[in-house]
Antibody, heavy 123, light 107 residues
Framework: QVTLKESGPGMLQPSKTLSLTCSFS??????????VSWIRQPSGKSLEWLAA???????YYNPSLKSRLTVSKDTSNTQVFLKITSVDTADTATYYC???????????????WGQGVMVTVSS | DIQMTQTPSSMPASLGERVTISCRAS??????LNWYQQKPDGTIKPLIY???NLQSGVPSRFSGSGSGTDYSLTISSLEPEDFAMYYC?????????FGGGTKLELK
């Protein structure tokens, strides 16, 4: 059974660095083809893909935020991390991690999502 | 970035009704289009991948179609659990982008 769960600080001040953790089970990020992504959703708004890391350690970022994002994984391949530097109120959102799965060579989609963690940036 | 425009943004509908949600990309995306459902508690699950493929466990009343820039999600007969938010998502090019969402509401 695949599960993912996000954790974070809940609230932090502007200009600080946001650190998020995605803890997952039911699969290993060391398995070829596995990818975990971060996606966020401001309240009442749509979803925004942020970053991803694959089984080989390759990292992918949304260009609009790339300078502020760092995605990484732990050596046990059961956790993925996201750091966002210099946060401001626009970073207030629910942050999700999700597993990307592939079906053949043309299908890529997020098949399992965490429950999301709400982060508020406020002074 | 490829912009994804969903219409309508909200849709009142009745139980048993057939509904269709549209998603238009700002450029052709070669059928690289997925659909997701989000419940009020925030839970998100995939419904359709690669335009028309039904995710395992998703009821057959859900279907997807489209090509080029225009895609759609159809629910053939609404059940109570279908009242939720729906999002399309393209993966033709990075960054992967989502539509603005469609809220399916009980009429």
């Amino acid at each position: 059974q695949v599960t993912l769960k996000e954790s974070g600080p809940g609230m932090l001040q502007p200009s600080k660095t946001l650190s998020l953790t995605c803890s997952f089970s039911g699969f290993s990020l060391s398995t070829s083809g596995m990818v975990v992504s971060w996606i966020r959703q401001p309240s009442g708004k749509s979803l925004e893909w942020l970053a991803a890391i694959d089984w080989d350690g390759d990292k992918y970022y949304n260009p609009s935020l790339k300078s502020r994002l760092t995605v990484s994984k732990d050596t046990s391949n059961t956790q993925v991390f996201l750091k966002i530097t210099s946060v401001d109120t626009a970073d207030t959102a629910t942050y999700y991690c999700a597993r990307l799965t592939t079906e053949g060579i043309v299908s890529y989609y997020f098949d399992y999502w965490g429950q999301g963690v709400m982060v508020t940036v406020s002074s | 970035d490829i912009q994804m425009t969903q219409t309508p943004s909200s849709m009142p509908a009745s139980l048993g009704e057939r509904v269709t949600i549209s998603c238009r990309a700002s450029q052709g995306i070669s059928n690289y289009l997925n659909w997701y459902q989000q419940k009020p508690d925030g839970t998100i699950k995939p419904l359709i991948y690669y335009t028309s493929n039904l995710q395992s466990g998703v009821p057959s009343r859900f279907s997807g179609s489209g090509s080029g820039t225009d895609y759609s999600l159809t629910i053939s007969s609404l059940e109570p659990e279908d009242f939720a938010m729906y999002y399309c998502q393209q993966y033709d090019s990075s960054p992967w982008t989502f539509g603005g969402g469609t809220k399916l509401e009980l009429k």
